[in-house]
């Protein structure tokens, strides 16, 4: 399967990653990625680039090498509260917004906390997709969050980068996906990539969801019109 679409991916202005934006978007062209989300570390990660950089997004061009840039921000769940590092007034102006946990910032120690925290963090109307919920550090109940995050209309992430690198076990992984699979609960398939040629590279992800004959129709960055749908009908004022 091609993923049209990838909506989590870092540029070097998040220090631990390693290709600039027009890297990036060749990369993803030359797949056949029609867009892709720039969703660099919100300002309480230990590697993020200044504030003045999310907010300056504006002066990028809608494409660039060809590709749709959604100008977005990878943003830090600071408290029980579901808090995030970044204000109201900038989320307001960005085209997508991932909400992560990492553990230098806040984590949670328990099941209920998580998804007392989670519940908060849905009531963000800001919020886009639950970045790769399966790196949590507690056990937790899939099928629970799953109806959360569907209830709140919230993607959910299947993240290749936490998978290859061990922070996802592939337990955990294959219950959020069977779960999602059995509420019909819409996901993003993202490659997280922090290096150009990874842009577009789920391939892990995809023979999960393969082997467990997951429903295309459900996996919302499958089909670049039905994301663009969905996203201007939460942001009538985005151009593509």
């Known amino acids: 399967m091609r993923y049209e679409a990838d909506l989590h991916t870092h540029t070097l202005a998040s220090t631990h990653a390693y290709s600039t934006i027009m890297e990036n978007c060749k990369a993803a062209f030359e797949k056949g990625v029609k867009i892709i989300a720039m969703t660099d570390h919100a300002p309480m990660e230990p590697d993020a680039p200044h504030i003045w950089h999310i907010e300056n997004l504006g002066v990028l061009p809608d494409k660039i090498e060809g590709v749709r840039v959604l100008k977005g921000v990878e943003a830090n769940i600071c408290n029980f509260e579901g808090k995030l590092d970044i204000s109201e ?4 102006r960005l085209e997508w917004v991932v909400a992560s946990f990492h553990s230098p910032v806040f984590w949670t120690e328990t099941p209920r906390e998580l998804y007392d925290t989670y519940k908060k963090v849905c009531q963000n109307i800001h919020v886009d997709l639950m970045g790769h919920p399966t790196t949590s550090n507690v056990d937790y109940d899939a099928e629970e969050l799953v109806k959360l995050f569907k209830e709140y209309d919230k993607l959910v ?16 992984l294959v219950e959020l996906i069977k779960a999602c699979k059995k509420y019909e609960t819409p996901v993003a398939v993202d490659s997280d990539a922090h290096f150009c040629y990874k842009i577009g590279d789920v391939s892990n992800v995809e023979k999960l969801l393969t082997e467990l004959d997951f429903p295309n129709e459900l996996i919302v960055n499958s089909d670049a019109e039905k994301l663009k749908e969905r996203i ?8 593509f």
């Open 89 to 92: 007034r900038v989320l307001g």
């Open 157 to 172: 992430e299947l993240n290749e980068a936490s998978l290859v690198s061990g922070r996802t076990k592939k337990d955990k």
């Open 232 to 239: 201007i009908k939460k942001r009538p004022w985005i151009e």
